[in-house]
């Protein structure tokens, strides 16, 4: 990294603040700032965010690429010393939790999220076992983050759609107006797939297999795609859609009036408005997969097998 002068944002003579600071304005260092005043510190990170970007999807390397930014921003911030990441020892962490737990939330006179701060700490975390782990030359002696660091997340259950519940809202979603929305919602409820794989669906994605219906699941969160058996209903609800629509321009299955994909907000969306019509409060499509799940296993189908 050349020596030559960088620039900050916002451009002012006084230093930037400290991005963890309560006082802050949001501003985040760039690798530039980072790399003017510890070299090596910056090498490492972002020779780790190279690898990184080799096995992993463009928003994991994102958010490590951010967590790292906070993280070296405010080791300069508070140890101006402290050059290269095997500086990094055990009171710098509980400094940077401390400015974590005090950064400011998204909304106004709140502090980060529980799950904010156990985001940045992970990501952390992670880079230093990998850094470790690949034996690189500026790597601390040990993993300076423990698990005791990391603040215990609310988890309030439950997470899937109790019996009635879910009866409840298969009854209204059964009884909707809008073709489209009843079959993305069903295929959402029945086969357990995700938001985001859902605007993904080819319109080949039917096929039969030893007498039955399938449906080929795209690629998703797992690198993977899978097949998975369909029910009656969604075989019939997908006839008929295709039989309103005609041929699909885009070789998808389903998409908007402009024949562009669906997003991930819409399906929420279309989710909640089918809660709504049945009174069950608030539903999001993850809570539909949890059902799906729940329900197998009560009825004795294998953790593995729902997997």
Known sequence: MSGASISRLPTRSAPSPDPLS????????????????????????????????????????????????????????????CRCVADVSRHHIESFKLALAARPGKSPGQRASVATICHKLGMVRTFFERIIEWEYDD????????AGDFPKRDE?????????????????????????????????????MRAGELGGLRDDAVFRMSGAHWLRIPVGKLHNDRNVPLHPVLIDLIADYRAQRGPSPSGLLVVRNDGQPFDRRTVHRYVAAVAR????????????????????????????AIA
């Not at 009174?279 to 953790?303: E, K």
């Open 139 to 146: 790597a601390p002696r040990r993993v300076p983050i423990f």
């Open 22 to 81: 309560p006082r802050s304005t949001g501003v985040t260092w760039r690798w530039e700032e980072i790399a003017a005043r510890a070299d090596r510190l910056a090498s490492t990170m972002k020779n780790y965010l190279a690898q990184l970007a080799i096995s992993s999807r463009p928003g994991t390397v994102e958010a490590a690429d951010l967590a790292l930014r906070v993280f070296a921003a405010h080791l300069l911030e508070t140890d101006p010393d």
């Open 277 to 304: 019509r049945a009174g069950t409060g608030h539903v999001h499509p993850h809570q539909l997969r949890h059902t799906l799940a729940t329900q197998l296993i009560n009825r004795g189908m294998s953790l593995e």
């Open 156 to 192: 309030p259950l439950p997470r899937f759609l109790d019996d009635p519940t879910a009866a409840k809202f298969m009854s209204a979603l059964a009884e909707d107006p809008n073709r489209r929305r009843r079959l993305m919602v069903e295929l959402l409820a029945r086969t357990g």
